[in-house]
């Protein structure tokens, strides 16, 4: 490409008809030219260097999907060992877009679950608000709330998917070529009314030297990574897919369709898992391996640390502050606890880190919105839902889950799902 100026080490242009990175066997190395890199896709496509410091979108993206993946290509350090100059051990981000920075807040909040300190993300011209660490107040007794045991182990979400298992190709490939396939249709407004007059699969012209079957299924290999699957059981999966597309449709068409085709694929095993792990956690359950215990249970911690603290006005709240609550919750839940005659103290669980949460067949953990404690010494666990969402999916895995927590805890522990034409006769139970 012509030299830009006011660049002054190598440029290189990846934007998927045009790679000039190709001619770099390896971007880690110390003596790899490139210094900047100029690309639409590539970054969140999978490009990876551990030796990208710096991003600036000019692009307005929104999603925080693509926030993750776009920013997590520069979270990468290299040799992973702390340098002597700090902006060597430090990341940088520049953007413009409102969503953009929303996006990095999720982001922010998800590293520090992980375990990454506040400090280490930093923002120009922008104060920086530490998290706020809740101090406990109404009782200063133990408290340990009981958690699923697989074995007498606390429950993992991998423990649920046995060595042995193995990936199955979908069995309704002629269902999944309806979605891949991107089709054009000529309609045609008439005096005798309205006529389709063509409707054809789109192909693509060509393919590019590099690409055959090998590298179509390596390409979407790569980006179906879930846990506990191996990247060999993965690959495995895509070949017996992509080989059995190929009797019926030719690799212009696959490559053409190559970004759904890794949508729906991952979809499919993400379903093959969790069926299987449903399939585990029921026989586990029914065989008495699952058992709710305070061994390695949940300790109410002295403080907790709240990412959107807000001051706890109403009466009995276990600590200082809470956790952001909407409208709803606040009126039909945290409110009529506050008042309850019965309720020793009760607080609002924080949605992700240190909360309690259960472990069930799904890989996400489940959070229950509030927890309370009555004067008798029961535990009361409450999951508020509005109207619109009961019946969901979602809502009906929590309220199993929970129903199956509070029966193997014992007549001291409950559980109930919240809505606001149920609130009321679910407190008026405390007693």
């Known amino acids: 490409m012509p030299p830009l100026h006011g660049f002054p080490a190598p440029l290189e242009l990846p934007t998927g008809k045009e790679d000039e990175l190709a001619a770099h066997d390896d971007l880690l190395s110390p003596r790899c030219p490139v210094r900047y ?120 979400y991998r423990d649920l998917i046995p060595e042995d298992f193995t990936l199955e190709k979908p069995k309704d490939l002629k269902v999944l070529l309806q979605d891949l396939e ?42 179906i990574q879930e846990e506990p699957i191996t990247f060999g059981d993965i690959a495995k999966f895509v070949d017996g897919v992509v080989k059995s597309l190929r009797k019926t449709h030719d690799l212009k068409t696959l490559y053409a369709s190559k970004f759904a085709l890794v949508t729906l694929l991952d979809q499919r095993v993400k ?21 709710a215990s305070k061994k390695d249970g949940w300790r109410y911690p002295e403080t907790l640390t709240l990412l959107h603290p807000e001051e706890a006005r109403l009466k009995r709240h276990l600590f200082d502050r809470h956790d952001t609550m909407n409208e ?25 880190g240190e909360g309690f949460f259960l472990q069930g067949y799904r890989p996400s953990r489940f959070f229950p919105d509030f927890i309370a404690k009555t004067k008798d010494g029961e535990v009361w666990i409450l999951e508020y839902k509005g ?45």
């Open 182 to 223: 991107t089709r054009r249709t000529k309609i045609d407004i008439t005096e005798e009314g309205v006529k389709r007059l063509e409707e054809r699969a789109e192909k693509l012209a060509h393919l590019f030297a590099m690409e055959n079957e090998r590298t179509l299924i390596q390409w979407i290999a790569h980006r």
């Open 271 to 291: 379903q093959q898992l969790n069926d299987e792990a449903q399939r585990q956690f029921t026989k586990a359950l029914k065989k008495g391996d699952i058992e």
């Open 37 to 156: 890199i100029v690309t639409c896709n590539a970054l969140k496509e999978g490009w990876d260097c551990s030796f990208a410091y710096v991003l600036v979108s000019a692009s307005n993206v929104g999603t925080s999907r693509f926030v993750e993946q776009v920013i997590g290509r520069i979270l990468r350090m290299p040799y992973t060992k702390r340098r002597k100059a700090d902006a060597l051990n430090e990341s940088y981000v520049y953007t413009s877009s409102k969503k953009f920075t929303e996006a990095v807040r999720k982001v922010e909040e998800a590293l520090v679950g992980q375990g990454y300190s506040r400090q280490d993300i930093k923002r120009d011209n922008e104060d920086y608000v530490p998290p706020y660490q809740a101090k406990r107040l109404a009782t200063d007794e133990e408290i340990i709330l009981p958690i699923f045991l697989l074995r007498g182990e606390p429950l993992e």
């Open 328 to 352: 709803a919750e606040r009126e039909e839940v945290a409110k009529p606890l506050s008042e309850h005659p019965a309720v020793e103290w009760w607080f609002r669980n924080p949605a992700k």
């Open 387 to 431: 109207e619109q969402l009961v019946g969901s999916a979602d809502s009906d895995y929590k309220d199993e889950i929970g129903k199956i927590w509070a029966e193997l805890c014992g007549k001291m522990c409950h559980f109930y799902m919240v809505t606001e034409s149920n609130a009321k006769a679910v407190l008026d139970k405390m007693r």
